[in-house]
């Protein structure tokens, strides 16, 4: 038997469905109003008419948040493929995609979001002054089906389905470590000499990608007495002499402190990949952005891979 949505669907009304998405999407009818600009009471309220329109109770409110309940998820599916419609008729009817103006919201890993992107972002801003550009630099999967963002760079090669995609670098990382952390502890000629050191790695339960677990492949044997879920907090724990880090080349070069250990050795080669919905790519001001972000990986593909010691700047 099939879970359907009362026929009283059909005479709701879309605002309030957007509030709706916004609570189940930020689990919090406090922070949903600061992204609408409504008052609290406001979406509170509009919650309640809209829980009374549909005859089931869609969140369990508790000191936590907004928690959707079984009716609440069956709405949200539907709710998402509108939103996802009116996306689309927005594009190709009303010529959305044409305008090289409005917001685009990329997704991107926390490392090449905050120090290669950020920056580069600055000159596609200065290009087209009239696309906003919303960066969310997350040590995290950015998830395009919800709607988090128009476009996001994965460090996994995505599976085949809704989505397009393409293959924007390689990039190279290499073990680090400060000259007195070295100068300081046994000499490592081998990866075997590494059991010796301390490490300082990701939380392996919490990290978003297996791609990220680099430390099982390299110092199975090290102990590692740091672990963070931020390779930001990785870099400045290394920069600190507090052990050995796994990081981006395009990372370490803004640390003039860190050197590399058992380079071509300990080195691991890893991937980004741009994804977009196919209906968002489509729009004029995201495949700008996609275009752009293509332009400036291929340009720098030496730097992301150790090779070139500069960026190249496409303005």
Not at 45 to 57: A, D, F, T, V
Not at 115 to 143: G, K, Q, S
Not at 237 to 266: H, N, S, Y
Request: glycine share 6%; net charge neutral.
């Amino acid at each position: 038997m099939q879970n359907k949505i009362p026929s009283q669907a059909a005479q709701l009304n879309w605002d309030n469905l957007r509030i709706f998405l916004a609570v189940a999407r930020s689990q919090s009818a406090l922070e949903a109003a600061a992204q609408l600009g409504m008052d609290h009471s406001t979406v509170s309220r509009r919650l309640h008419r809209l829980e009374k329109e549909i005859g089931s109770k869609l969140f369990d409110r508790n000191p936590h948040g907004h928690l959707l309940t079984s009716a609440g998820h069956r709405l949200l599916e539907h709710v998402e493929r509108i939103e996802g419609t009116l996306a689309q008729i927005d594009s190709e009817i009303g010529g959305g995609d044409q305008v090289l103006t409005g917001q685009v919201r990329l997704g991107a890993t926390e490392g090449f979001g905050s120090y290669f992107l950020a920056p580069h972002l600055a000159h596609f801003c200065a290009r087209h002054p009239a696309i906003t550009v919303e960066l969310l630099a997350v040590p995290r999967f950015v998830n395009l089906s919800k709607r988090e963002a128009d476009l996001a760079i994965s460090v996994e090669r995505p599976q085949t389905g809704s989505h397009v995609f393409c293959k924007l670098s390689d990039y190279r990382l290499q073990m680090y470590a400060t000259v007195e952390y070295l100068e300081a502890h046994p000499p490592i000629c081998s990866l075997e000499d590494l059991a010796g050191h301390s490490m300082i790695g990701y939380v392996d339960e919490l990290s978003f990608s297996a791609e990220l677990r680099y430390l099982q492949q390299l110092a199975p044997a090290a102990p590692v007495p740091l672990r963070s879920t931020s390779i930001v907090a990785q870099l400045f724990a290394a920069r600190r002499g507090q052990g050995l880090a796994v990081l981006p080349c395009f990372l370490a070069a803004t640390a003039p402190e860190l050197v590399p250990v058992l380079p071509g050795i300990a080195d691991v080669i890893r991937s980004f990949w741009l994804i977009a919905p196919k209906e968002r790519q489509e729009v004029a001001r995201v495949r700008a952005l996609w275009d752009y972000l293509r332009q400036v990986s291929e340009s720098n593909r030496e730097f992301l891979m150790g090779v070139g010691r500069e960026i190249v700047w496409n303005r």
